[in-house]
């Protein structure tokens, strides 16, 4: 219980902070930290808005940890130049970010089987999560060759050797992923990472429901 009061304490203190921050910007007349504030804020509200979209329960931790994420990444990394400041801030953050969407692939594709672990080859569930976590690298590349060109921006940073650098750690992020994955549907628990799967289809059974059956038994 505690943990979980200070998770939720942790975040109300990061959008309160972000939202005070982008109100003080904008009577101050800048707006570029105005709009790095509330864009952080905005993103960060997105995962809880979707999940009740889609009437899905998401543990407290995955929000933290998407909350802190795009603190690090955009308010951090964008307003107070964390990405030039600290060397290995980029990196750490495409790795982060590499696991996280293949674990999310693993779960979206596990959904498709309902959980059946037997229908459901743990090889290929494993491919199919580092795809995702490649693919969503990719494609923020994409997007950051795409913002360079159109809006003179920097932020591929030193060109071809950062994208494909990026693309190198994305890889690495992914695998770590997809093995967790993978000896997830073998052995139902696999670490840290493993828990946090595990959490996720406690509290969205009805999306599981032969998994769910199985423990049953």
């Not at 905005?42 to 979707?50: D, F, I, K, Q």
């Not at 696991?99 to 059946?116: A, C, K, N, R």
């Not at 809006?151 to 992914?174: C, E, H, R």
Request: one cysteine or more; aromatic letters at 16%; a positive charge.
């Amino acid at each position: 219980m505690k943990l979980i009061k200070d998770s939720s304490g942790t975040m109300l203190v990061i959008w309160a902070m972000l939202l005070l921050t982008g109100l003080i910007a904008l009577g101050l007349t800048r707006w570029s930290l105005a709009f790095v504030s509330i864009a952080t804020l905005g993103l960060s509200l997105v995962p809880p808005l979707l999940a009740a979209r889609w009437s899905l329960t998401l543990p407290l931790p995955f929000l933290l940890f998407t909350t802190l994420f795009f603190f690090a990444s955009i308010f951090l990394g964008e307003a107070f130049d964390f990405y030039e400041r600290v060397w290995w801030w980029d990196v750490a953050l495409h790795g982060l970010s590499a696991i996280g969407f293949g674990l999310t692939g693993f779960l979206f594709v596990f959904m498709l089987f309902e959980g059946d672990r037997f229908a459901a080859p743990p090889s290929a569930i494993a491919f199919m999560s580092f795809c995702v976590a490649m693919t969503v690298g990719a494609t923020w590349e994409i997007f950051e060759f795409a913002m360079d060109q159109t809006f003179g921006l920097n932020m591929q940073k030193s060109g071809l050797d950062d994208t494909m650098g990026d693309l190198i750690v994305n890889a690495l992020g992914g695998l770590m992923a997809s093995i967790t994955g993978y000896f997830y549907q073998r052995q139902s628990y696999s670490g840290l990472l493993g828990r946090g799967l595990s959490q996720f289809i406690q509290l969205n059974q009805r999306l599981y429901r032969k998994y769910k059956h199985r423990l049953k038994k």
